[in-house]
Each structure stands twice: as structure tokens, then as C-alpha cells.
């Protein structure tokens, strides 16, 4: 009898013959893990580690700036060593299941949210020297539930700790290519989670394939260095105000050695210049500072079609 529960546990059997192949991610320039089906992970041996995370969603109606579809809010977190990661940890198969010891670490950092298994989305073998399996899950909530999600977090017992807070995930691309998606794939992220993240979006349709794609690709692209023109312009004025004064000084070096010469003519001339130098300079560096705000402030954004 404790074999057949065992069993059962374990999620049924697969049918016999020729199974689909397992789903993968697709994405170029983000390394492939090796997928494996529920039942196949519950077999391995006791030398694998297994850890479960999940990741909370909502459709979301509403408009960035009036004109950019949100479509989706999807839940994140940023952890205590300051990585982007999804809800969840390690899970001791000896005493828990997997969706038991996935409730018991989302109690502590959420509150109010219980998984089943109805909810699993995938494994995957991790890469490196440690042998773990990462199991995924995803759940559907309506906006408000996520949003009383995000209230409860704030005042769970991880919250501060081991959670620095919850984060939304920002499924478009602003006309610039590098604000929203792709500017978030450019943080920091722990083991697994960035590849699950974008696992979870092209499996579940919520960003097309080739959307993601051009995300990671921007994320890769050397940045453009456009404040270090301006920066390097005002430079040369800086340089050229520089040398008009070194001449000025000279020119009153060589009146000195002449009493009969005026030396308040020069001096003023050494003011002037001195002032018109300074004034350049910081009418140059207002303008790039303007320049780069108001930049910032006009761009426009477009969501992913």
C-alpha cells in the first residue's frame, strides 16, 4: 500500500510509445536547460535537490500613458541580495510534496495564496555543480486578487528580510527598444528565474516568441553613450576657455615688465574672459542636462504589437 502512495505521488504514469517532445524555450542568446516531465523528476535519486517557484498573474486592461496596453501583471520579487527572483525556495522532498513545501515558503513571503498541482508548469535540470531540479508553477488571478497579493506581502513575515518587496514585470517595449521588457531583463536575476520568466510568457502567449526575442537581443546590444558626446563637448569649450585665459596671462605677464604700459586693461581683459569662459560652460552643461531630461521626459513608448 505505501508503494502505491508512493506512486500516486508521484503523478501517473506516461502512456506507452512515442511521447511529444517537452516544450523549450527557443530564445536566442539565453542558454537551453534540460527540461523533464513531472513524473520523470519525481524518480530521480536522493541526490537531487528540488526547488519550487511560482509566478502570479493577472490580465491587466489598463494603458501605460494612455496609448501602451499593460496587457498582463506578473509578480516578482526582489530579494535580500538584491536578484530578481520568483515566490518560492527549496522544498525537503523527505517531508514535504512539492506543492506543500511551495505553500509553506509562499506563506511566509506572501500570506495568502495556495498552490496545487493543477497549477505546475514545468522542470527543468539546472546548470552548475549543484544537482537541483527547478519546478515551476503559474497561477491566473484576477487583478484585484494579485493586488490584495501585493498588499499581503507587504506584511508577511519575510517582507524586509528575505523580501525587499514585490515588483511588476513590464510586458511592452518603448519606442526606444531598451525602455520597459528589455530594460528589466537587463537586471540581475537568481538561478532559474529569468529563464522561467520568459519560459512562463512564451508558453502561456503572453508575449509573442519573436517579441521576447527582440528583448533579449536589445539587452545585449552595447549601449549608445549619447550624455558622452554632449559630456565631451562641453570639454572643449572647457579646454578652449582655458587657453584664452592662459594667453590673457601671459599678455599681462609681458605688460608687467613695461611700467608705462596699463595694467587695468589687461586685468579687465583677464575678468572678462575668465567670465565669458565660466559662462559657457555652465550654459553648456544646462543645456546637455536639459537635453537629457528632456529626452527622458519625450520619449515616446509603443507596446509590443
Given at each position: 500500500?505505501?508503494?502505491?502512495?508512493?506512486?500516486?505521488?508521484?503523478?501517473?504514469?506516461?502512456?506507452?510509445?512515442?511521447?511529444?517532445?517537452?516544450?523549450?524555450?527557443?530564445?536566442?542568446?539565453v542558454p537551453e536547460l534540460k527540461p523533464l516531465t513531472r513524473y520523470e523528476a519525481m524518480r530521480l535519486g536522493p541526490g537531487w535537490s528540488h526547488s519550487c517557484h511560482a509566478m502570479l498573474y493577472a490580465p491587466n486592461p489598463g494603458m501605460l500613458f494612455g496609448r501602451i496596453p499593460l496587457r498582463?501583471?506578473?509578480?516578482?520579487?526582489?530579494?535580500?541580495?538584491?536578484?530578481?527572483?520568483?515566490?518560492?525556495?527549496?522544498?525537503?522532498?523527505?517531508?514535504?510534496?512539492?506543492?506543500?513545501?511551495?505553500?509553506?515558503?509562499?506563506?511566509?513571503?506572501?500570506?495568502?495564496?495556495?498552490?496545487?498541482?493543477?497549477?505546475?508548469?514545468?522542470?527543468?535540470?539546472?546548470?552548475?555543480?549543484?544537482?537541483?531540479?527547478?519546478?515551476?508553477?503559474?497561477?491566473?488571478?484576477?487583478?484585484?486578487?494579485?493586488?490584495?497579493?501585493?498588499?499581503s506581502a507587504v506584511h508577511s513575515r519575510d517582507h524586509g528580510m528575505e523580501v525587499m518587496g514585490m515588483v511588476r514585470v513590464p510586458l511592452y517595449t518603448q519606442k526606444d527598444r531598451m525602455?520597459?521588457?528589455?530594460?528589466?531583463?537587463?537586471?540581475?536575476?537568481?538561478?532559474?528565474?529569468?529563464?522561467?520568466?520568459?519560459?512562463?510568457?512564451?508558453?502561456?502567449?503572453?508575449?509573442?516568441?519573436?517579441?521576447?526575442?527582440?528583448?533579449?537581443?536589445?539587452?545585449?546590444?552595447?549601449?549608445?553613450?549619447?550624455?558622452?558626446?554632449?559630456?565631451?563637448?562641453?570639454?572643449?569649450?572647457?579646454?578652449?576657455?582655458?587657453?584664452?585665459?592662459?594667453?590673457?596671462?601671459?599678455?599681462?605677464?609681458?605688460?608687467?615688465?613695461?611700467?608705462?604700459?596699463?595694467?587695468?586693461?589687461?586685468?579687465?581683459?583677464?575678468?572678462?574672459?575668465?567670465?565669458?569662459?565660466?559662462?559657457?560652460?555652465?550654459?553648456?552643461?544646462?543645456?546637455?542636462?536639459?537635453?537629457?531630461?528632456?529626452?527622458?521626459?519625450?520619449?515616446?513608448?509603443?507596446?509590443?504589437?
Amino acid at each position: 500500500m505505501a508503494a502505491v502512495g508512493t506512486m500516486a505521488a508521484m503523478g501517473p504514469l506516461p502512456a506507452m510509445g512515442a511521447l511529444p517532445p517537452l516544450p523549450t524555450l527557443g530564445v536566442p542568446g539565453v542558454p537551453e536547460l534540460k527540461p523533464l516531465t513531472r513524473y520523470e523528476a519525481m524518480r530521480l535519486g536522493p541526490g537531487w535537490s528540488h526547488s519550487c517557484h511560482a509566478m502570479l498573474y493577472a490580465p491587466n486592461p489598463g494603458m501605460l500613458f494612455g496609448r501602451i496596453p499593460l496587457r498582463y501583471a506578473v509578480l516578482m520579487q526582489m530579494r535580500f541580495d538584491g536578484l530578481l527572483g520568483f515566490p518560492g525556495g527549496f522544498v525537503d522532498r523527505r517531508y514535504w510534496s512539492l506543492e506543500d513545501g511551495l505553500n509553506r515558503v509562499l506563506g511566509l513571503g506572501l500570506g495568502c495564496v495556495r498552490l496545487t498541482e493543477a497549477d505546475y508548469l514545468c522542470s527543468h535540470l539546472t546548470e552548475g555543480p549543484h544537482r537541483v531540479v527547478a519546478h515551476f508553477y503559474a497561477r491566473q488571478l484576477t487583478l484585484e486578487e494579485l493586488h490584495t497579493i501585493e498588499i499581503s506581502a507587504v506584511h508577511s513575515r519575510d517582507h524586509g528580510m528575505e523580501v525587499m518587496g514585490m515588483v511588476r514585470v513590464p510586458l511592452y517595449t518603448q519606442k526606444d527598444r531598451m525602455g520597459g521588457l528589455p530594460n528589466f531583463l537587463a537586471n540581475s536575476f537568481v538561478g532559474t528565474a529569468k529563464f522561467q520568466l520568459l519560459f512562463a510568457l512564451k508558453i502561456l502567449n503572453m508575449v509573442p516568441e519573436e517579441k521576447l526575442a527582440e528583448a533579449v537581443a536589445a539587452t545585449q546590444r552595447p549601449k549608445k553613450a549619447a550624455i558622452d558626446h554632449s559630456g565631451g563637448a562641453a570639454g572643449h569649450h572647457h579646454h578652449k576657455a582655458g587657453n584664452e585665459l592662459g594667453r590673457a596671462g601671459n599678455e599681462l605677464g609681458e605688460r608687467a615688465e613695461h611700467p608705462g604700459m596699463v595694467h587695468v586693461g589687461a586685468e579687465q581683459h583677464l575678468v572678462g574672459l575668465e567670465g565669458q569662459g565660466l559662462g559657457e560652460a555652465e550654459a553648456l552643461e544646462q543645456h546637455v542636462g536639459l537635453g537629457a531630461d528632456a529626452m527622458a521626459e519625450q520619449a515616446v513608448a509603443e507596446g509590443m504589437e
